[in-house]
Structure formats: structure tokens, C-alpha cells
């Protein structure tokens, strides 16, 4: 637990699943729960977002165009994340 507090990564890669379907003719063939793939865009994203961290500065990101590569995963996954390790934490996921 302390690891998993301490550590987005360490957390992420070891006890973050996601629940993937697979829809024919609009019906559920098929449900798995897996660990996410992993990508360089998402290594990268972490990577950006550990620099904000270390440098203090405030982590405001828009992200546009963002399609099949990852991002909104990792970053409800970080929301999960703090809202369970973080003390006191108000947390939102929202999407239009």
C-alpha cells in the first residue's frame, strides 16, 4: 500500500485493470478485464507530468486530438489514483 501511495507508476502498472468489450451488431460477444497496453505516448505523458511535479508547477493540461493514443486512460487513472491515496481529495472525470 505505501508503495502504491507513493508511486503512480508503480500502481498503474501493477493494479490498474480496465474492462474491455467487444460489441457485434450491438450486442456484448465478449468481456475481459485487463491491465491497459502500455505505449511510448503514455511514457511520455508521465514523463511531462513528472517534470511539472518535480519543478512545482501547477499540472494544467488541455488535451486535443488525443485519439488512440492513451491519454484519457492514464489520466483518469491518475484521478483514480489520487482520489484513493490523497487525503481530503475532490475529484472530477468529465466528458462531453
Known sequence: ?????????YWF???????????????VVSET???????????IY???????????LPILLLILKARQLGCSTITEAIILWIAIFTKGSHTVVASA
Open 13 to 27: 502498472f501493477r493494479y490498474f485493470f480496465i474492462k474491455s468489450t467487444i460489441e457485434k451488431d450491438g450486442e
Open 46 to 56: 508521465l514523463a511531462i507530468l513528472a517534470d511539472l511535479d518535480l519543478e512545482g
Open 1 to 9: 500500500m505505501f508503495l502504491c501511495a507513493c508511486s503512480f507508476p
Open 33 to 43: 478485464i485487463r491491465r491497459p497496453d502500455v505505449w511510448v505516448s503514455q511514457l
